[in-house]
């Protein structure tokens, strides 16, 4: 998303800027702007805030440029390469994958830890997405409670929020689009492009795995099932 943002970006102040008089001036003005821009650039296109550059970096930037000889947004390269850069990344991600498959892995033998690689000393065990694994309980239950007062201030219907409502709340953790929307697959469970309040627990969860700093799990983990979907996907399998 980074490079489609800075076209969306440059477009703009391309198109502010007038054609013979005051261009410094509105270059000026557009600089000190760019936070409002910023804005109403992620209503415009709905994108994350978390996609845009650091508004200090980029007016500092901009102060070397002649917005004039910016380019005019072209719609269909921008989806061109979206569409380059989501089918390339996801062919890499299988070729690392299967880079991991194929790596041999000496396994602890015996006791509560057999089968695994380090036991409790593997990098990053109990912690992200890997916190509750080891556990009955369900982990995201212990911060339902003030997930389930969020999810009833966004109009549930039948016990469901719509994507457009779940979008509304997702966004604010201000991650980029791409990770949310990865969240988003993970957390609908039943695929039905809604939320019960179990999946949307779920998709908060996630998001605070992201923030805290770890990384997303590609597919859902049996612990991070949330508990009225287990059957379901059991089935599925």
Request: glycine letters at 6%; aromatic letters at 8%.
């Amino acid at each position: 998303m980074p490079l489609q943002v800075h076209a969306y970006i440059i477009s703009h102040l391309k198109k502010e800027m007038p054609s013979v008089f005051g261009k410094e001036n509105k270059k000026r003005e557009l600089i000190s702007r760019l936070p409002e821009i910023y804005i109403q650039l992620q209503r415009e296109y709905q994108i994350s805030a978390g996609d845009f550059p650091e508004v200090k970096a980029m007016q500092e930037q901009l102060e070397n440029y002649d917005f004039t000889k910016f380019h005019s947004l072209k719609p269909k390269l921008i989806e061109a390469v979206d569409n380059m850069l989501t089918s390339k990344i996801a062919s890499l991600m299988s070729l690392i994958s299967q880079e991991e498959l194929s790596t041999p892995t000496q396994l602890v033998q015996g006791g509560a830890f057999d089968g695994t690689a380090e036991g409790p000393f593997n990098q990053g065990y109990g912690e992200g997405a890997k916190e509750g694994a080891d556990e009955e309980e369900w982990v995201v239950a212990k911060d339902k409670p003030i997930y389930d007062e969020l999810f009833y201030t966004l109009s549930p219907i039948n016990g469901k929020i719509s994507g457009v409502n779940a979008k509304k709340e997702m966004v604010t953790s201000k991650l980029p689009n791409s990770v949310l929307g990865k969240i988003w697959k993970l957390a609908d469970c039943d695929c039905d492009g809604m939320l019960d309040e179990e999946e949307f627990a779920l998709a908060k969860h996630l998001i605070k795995i992201k923030l805290d700093g770890y990384e997303l799990p590609n597919s859902l983990p049996p612990h991070l099932v949330p508990p009225s979907h287990r059957k379901s996907l059991q089935k599925a399998d």
